[in-house]
């Protein structure tokens, strides 16, 4: 019994294994385009491997901190990093061996994760790097290949990122001493003495794509990628990169238009039928606030709006009323990422009345709704209550996966407390809406997890009291909505002695 026991426990804890591969998997890639599943489906599969040949043939879960680094490392190096190419992507070390250092500081961040070592990112220059076990060995991990820097490299990197940045950004760095201007590349680019979470360094792994499809002249493939990278977190840097791949879109594509801002609201003011200019104009708005919110100047994302107003023709009421509305979007993901949920859901909430078929606006108001609910820390019928009133607030909300998992949570343990409580009247019933918002809800990252929660619950009941067909019928029909769950499938092996 104590074995059964323990298998049952080993499968169950895998299970829980797994669903943290694959959150780490979604942050890295997300989207449910038919490629980008394919490739987690891929990536998922032979990470998986990765850890399994680590405990099995290197033994690592069984060994010092020293050697669990030494051991994973040499691995890594062994199977996955062999080649060095600027432009790949984290598939590339499982199908070729090849690798950049945004993707071995990746890779190697998950080992780390499953074998429990704690770890520091950080980019340094040009460079991502790990420092693993940073209150103990602080071992530094850099890619293979990785050299010591020639005196000068620093200093020349600094200063043409600089000089880009002046270009791109119509920053004025007149009159900067060296510290300020190191101080400048710090604020533009990344303080290479911050420590970066493994959130940051998944946009980072955009940003090394984006900075390969930018030298290989693919501009388009460069704003996509920094668009995902600026969805993690709001950078300078990308919006530098994203700026410069969108000047020479428009030297390629529209030579005859370029000008500063200045240029385009005097000849706005002299011509205020164009159609072309008060797009600009807002283009260029936008790359500057988003400049400044990332730098965390939101007093002066709202001094620029009031200075676009001012500049602009008579009869320009429905663009200002855009420019405003692109403004409370962006102070929305601002508010966002940065924690601030108060301003955040008065925002999104006031977006939501003036636009509530908004993608942007329903995901982000759903999001802090959702967190509103978890921050309250309820359970039991109230705070079902509570989930549902949401629900029935903004319907919109259904459809995004934190929320399945919260409403699916809420049900599958209501079934698993009323069967422990010995009441299977009740239980059943609990059970019947359980199942009914599987149908209702077929997402949510952690429905498997719910899903098993509350049909072992009832099997377990049902085999308590010696009920052994019932038992069996529960798993059965959690199979059906979890079909290659290895936890069911060893439980229906089991009952199947029954």
Same mark, same amino acid.
């Given at each position: 019994?104590?074995?059964?026991?323990?298998?049952?426990?080993?499968?169950?804890c895998?299970?829980?294994?797994? &669903?943290?591969?694959? %959150?780490r998997?979604?942050?890295?890639?997300?989207?449910?385009?038919?490629?980008?599943?394919?490739?987690?489906?891929?990536?998922?599969?032979?990470?998986?491997?990765?850890?399994?040949?680590?405990?099995?043939?290197?033994?690592?879960?069984?060994?010092?901190?020293?050697?669990?680094?030494?051991?994973?490392?040499?691995?890594?190096?062994?199977?996955?990093?062999?080649?060095?190419?600027?432009?790949? @992507?984290?598939?590339?070390?499982?199908?070729?061996?090849?690798?950049?250092? #945004?993707? #071995?500081?990746?890779?190697?961040?998950?080992a780390?994760?499953?074998?429990?070592?704690?770890? @520091?990112?950080?980019? @340094? =220059?040009?460079?991502?790097?790990?420092?693993?076990?940073?209150?103990?060995?602080? +071992?530094?991990?850099?890619?293979?290949?990785?050299r010591?820097?020639?005196?000068?490299?620093?200093?020349?990197?600094?200063?043409?990122?600089?000089?880009?940045?002046?270009?791109?950004?119509?920053?004025?760095?007149?009159? !900067?001493?060296?510290?300020?201007?190191?101080?400048?590349?710090?604020?533009?680019?990344?303080?290479?003495?911050?420590?970066?979470?493994?959130?940051?360094?998944?946009?980072?792994?955009?940003?090394?794509?984006?900075?390969?499809?930018?030298?290989?002249?693919?501009?388009?493939?460069?704003?996509?990628r920094?668009?995902?990278?600026?969805?993690?977190?709001e950078?300078?840097?990308f919006?530098?990169?994203?700026?410069? #791949?969108?000047?020479?879109?428009?030297?390629?594509?529209?030579?005859?238009?370029?000008?500063?801002?200045?240029?385009?609201?005097?000849?706005? #003011?002299?011509?205020?039928?164009?159609?072309?200019?008060?797009?600009?104009?807002?283009?260029?708005?936008?790359?500057q606030?988003?400049?400044?919110?990332a730098?965390?100047?939101?007093?002066?994302?709202?001094?620029?709006?009031?200075?676009?107003?001012?500049?602009?023709?008579?009869?320009?009421? +429905?663009?200002?009323?855009?420019?405003?509305?692109?403004?409370q979007?962006?102070?929305?993901? =601002?508010?966002?990422?940065?924690?601030?949920?108060?301003?955040?859901?008065?925002?999104?909430?006031?977006?939501?009345?003036?636009?509530? @078929? &908004?993608?942007?606006?329903?995901?982000?108001?759903?999001?802090?709704?959702?967190?509103?609910?978890?921050?309250?820390?309820?359970?039991?019928?109230?705070?079902?209550?509570?989930? +549902? %009133?949401?629900?029935?607030?903004?319907p919109?909300?259904?459809?995004?996966?934190?929320?399945?998992?919260?409403?699916?949570?809420?049900?599958?343990?209501?079934?698993?407390?009323?069967?422990?409580?010995?009441?299977p009247?009740? !239980?059943?019933?609990?059970?019947?809406?359980?199942?009914?918002?599987?149908?209702?809800?077929?997402?949510?990252?952690?429905?498997?997890?719910?899903?098993?929660?509350?049909?072992?619950?009832?099997?377990?009941?049902?085999?308590?009291?010696?009920?052994?067909?019932?038992?069996?019928?529960?798993?059965?029909?959690?199979?059906?909505?979890?079909?290659?769950?290895?936890?069911?499938? =060893?439980?229906?092996?089991?009952?199947?002695?029954?």
């Amino acid at each position: 019994m104590r074995f059964l026991f323990s298998v049952i426990l080993l499968a169950f804890c895998s299970s829980l294994f797994a &669903n943290d591969l694959t %959150a780490r998997l979604r942050l890295l890639l997300p989207g449910e385009e038919p490629g980008t599943v394919n490739t987690r489906q891929f990536l998922y599969q032979r990470v998986n491997q990765l850890l399994l040949t680590l405990e099995e043939e290197d033994k690592v879960d069984r060994k010092s901190v020293k050697k669990k680094i030494s051991r994973i490392e040499s691995r890594l190096r062994k199977d996955l990093f062999r080649t060095y190419n600027s432009n790949a @992507d984290l598939a590339d070390a499982f199908r070729v061996g090849s690798y950049n250092d #945004a993707t #071995a500081a990746v890779l190697t961040a998950l080992a780390y994760e499953h074998f429990e070592l704690d770890y @520091d990112g950080y980019v @340094d =220059h040009w460079e991502a790097y790990l420092i693993v076990d940073p209150e103990g060995r602080k +071992e530094v991990i850099r890619r293979p290949g990785s050299r010591k820097r020639k005196e000068g490299e620093e200093a020349t990197f600094r200063k043409e990122y600089l000089s880009m940045v002046g270009t791109t950004m119509e920053v004025d760095f007149t009159g !900067a001493d060296q510290a300020g201007m190191d101080k400048k590349f710090e604020e533009y680019f990344y303080d290479s003495s911050n420590k970066l979470s493994f959130g940051q360094l998944s946009a980072y792994l955009q940003f090394r794509r984006a900075q390969a499809a930018y030298t290989a002249e693919d501009y388009d493939e460069a704003i996509v990628r920094l668009e995902k990278a600026l969805k993690r977190e709001e950078r300078p840097a990308f919006l530098v990169l994203k700026r410069a #791949a969108e000047l020479q879109i428009a030297a390629r594509d529209r030579p005859e238009v370029e000008g500063d801002i200045n240029e385009f609201f005097q000849l706005w #003011a002299e011509n205020p039928a164009n159609r072309y200019l008060p797009a600009a104009i807002l283009q260029h708005f936008d790359e500057q606030q988003r400049l400044l919110l990332a730098q965390g100047r939101e007093d002066l994302a709202t001094k620029l709006l009031g200075d676009y107003l001012s500049r602009s023709p008579a009869g320009s009421g +429905e663009w200002a009323t855009e420019l405003g509305r692109l403004q409370q979007l962006r102070l929305l993901t =601002h508010f966002h990422q940065r924690g601030r949920i108060d301003r955040a859901k008065t925002i999104a909430d006031e977006l939501y009345a003036e636009t509530p @078929d &908004n993608e942007t606006v329903r995901y982000v108001l759903g999001e802090l709704v959702i967190d509103g609910l978890r921050r309250a820390g309820g359970s039991g019928a109230v705070f079902t209550e509570q989930v +549902e %009133a949401a629900a029935e607030k903004y319907p919109f909300i259904r459809t995004q996966d934190r929320f399945a998992d919260l409403l699916l949570r809420e049900l599958a343990w209501k079934v698993r407390d009323l069967y422990a409580e010995d009441r299977p009247d009740l !239980a059943s019933l609990a059970l019947e809406r359980f199942r009914q918002s599987l149908v209702d809800i077929p997402i949510g990252r952690e429905r498997n997890l719910w899903t098993l929660t509350a049909f072992v619950a009832a099997s377990n009941y049902h085999f308590r009291v010696e009920d052994y067909r019932s038992a069996r019928q529960y798993i059965d029909e959690a199979l059906s909505y979890s079909p290659e769950d290895p936890y069911l499938t =060893h439980r229906r092996f089991v009952l199947g002695r029954y």
